[in-house]
Every structure is written in C-alpha cells, then in structure tokens.
C-alpha cells in the first residue's frame, strides 16, 4: 500500500514517528519527511496505527 500525506494539513506533531519511525521521520526544522512511501509487512501495523493516530487525518493508505 501506498503512505500518503498531506502536508497541508500535517502539523508535524511526531505521534507518527513515535509509532512507526522506520516510515516517519522529522527532519531538523521539524518538517514531516516519509523514509518510504510504501508499506511492508514488517511496518504495516506500525503505519495503521500511525494513521489511526494522526490528530489532523494528514496520513492515508491508498492501495
């Protein structure tokens, strides 16, 4: 599956990073980065509760 964010609504609050850092990522002006826009098995719980957690919806899945 494909990780889509949308930064316009993203405040970089780093919930998703803290469930799923091997996918988010803050960079040093604490900017959203995505380390990969696809999902693993490995990461795949990681990233849904990543979007289950995203206070202002800005993460997605697409198939």
Known sequence: MKIKVDF???ESNALCEAM???VFE???DDFLQLKT???T???IDNVKRAVA???RAAIS???
């Open 26 to 28: 803050l960079d040093d």
């Open 53 to 55: 957690a995203c206070p």
């Open 61 to 63: 899945l697409e198939d």
């Open 41 to 43: 098995d490995e990461n």
């Open 8 to 10: 316009d609504l993203c």
């Open 20 to 22: 799923a850092p091997e």
């Open 37 to 39: 826009e696809h999902t």
